[in-house]
């Protein structure tokens, strides 16, 4: 397949160039033709080989499995997300973010996977309403772009921040003692919390609110290095891998409190 597609990369050069200019380019014509026959069979062959081309995967967690399990709901409320902060006050050492600044588009994917609302993006607003004011210049073509008017109103709007990080060594005893030596264990906590709320757009009140924490255990594997869930490795000496680990534990939050939000009966 990987030697089919090259070759479909290499004779694509050909396509719709000119022909005749030199005894060179006769081979070239040949391919070409030969290329533009089995074309579409190329194609096929191509797009049913697709789970072997793609290399991505889906960007799961264990709390995602809860949202495909809740049955798709018709009639769904309209709700408009805004900006998920970042509140811990957590920096590397290079100045910049710890915690993931995607908490955001984190919890669209969420809202979204569970079917159960019609999710209104107001992060962007600005963008959407540049696209409008283009319509009311006339600087688009006629009868292009969006229509004047036809935004969707929300019913409620979710809004929150993550609230607490920290990633710590802790050591525990194992019971056991053997000449003297051992009984210790070294392992590392990654935790985070988050909080949201839910508040009616009609009268400003909040429904629905929560906070919620949730703590991994990473695995010593060797000096310095914990290992923890997917082998997400952090070490400790250089801070390296504690965002990779700290986005996991705020994806997960984010899924499970979407599913508590969905089968609450607040909406």
């Known amino acids: 397949m990987e030697a089919m597609i090259a070759a479909l990369l290499v004779i694509s050069l050909f396509v719709g160039g000119p022909s005749g200019l030199d005894p060179q380019t006769r081979e070239a014509e040949k391919i070409e033709a030969e290329y533009i026959e089995n074309h579409e069979q190329i194609m096929e062959d191509i797009l049913l080989s697709a789970d072997q081309i793609?290399?991505?995967?889906?960007?799961?967690?264990?709390?995602?499995?809860?949202?495909?399990?809740?049955?798709?709901?018709?009639?769904?409320?309209?709700?408009?997300?805004?900006?998920?902060?970042?509140k811990t006050g957590q920096y590397s050492e290079i100045g910049s973010n710890i915690v993931s600044q995607g908490a955001t588009e984190m919890l669209i994917t969420a809202l979204l996977r569970s079917r159960q609302f019609e999710v209104l993006d107001r992060v962007n607003f600005s963008n959407f309403m540049t696209e409008q004011s283009l319509v009311e210049q006339n600087r688009i073509i006629e009868g292009q772009g969006p229509i004047i008017g036809q935004l969707l109103g929300a019913d409620y709007l979710i809004s929150g921040a993550v609230t607490e990080y920290q990633i710590d060594k802790r050591t525990g005893g194992l019971g056991l003692i053997v000449g003297g030596k051992g009984g210790i264990q070294e392992h590392a906590v990654a935790s985070c919390a988050v909080d949201l709320r839910v508040t009616d757009t009609t009268d400003g009140k909040v429904v629905w609110a929560r906070s919620l924490k949730k703590e991994?255990?990473?695995?010593?594997?060797?000096?310095?290095?914990?290992?923890?869930?997917?082998?997400?490795i952090v070490e400790f000496e250089t801070g390296r891998g504690q965002q990779e680990v700290i986005n996991l534990v705020v994806r997960t939050l984010l899924e499970e409190a979407v599913f508590k939000l969905s089968i609450s009966g607040v909406m």
Do not use: C, H
Not at 216 to 232: A, L, Y
């Open 216 to 232: 991994i255990v990473g695995e010593k594997i060797g000096f310095e290095v914990f290992s923890f869930m997917n082998n997400n």
């Open 54 to 86: 793609i290399s991505t995967k889906e960007n799961v967690t264990t709390a995602t499995q809860l949202l495909a399990a809740l049955p798709n709901r018709e009639d769904k409320a309209k709700i408009a997300i805004y900006n998920i902060q970042d």
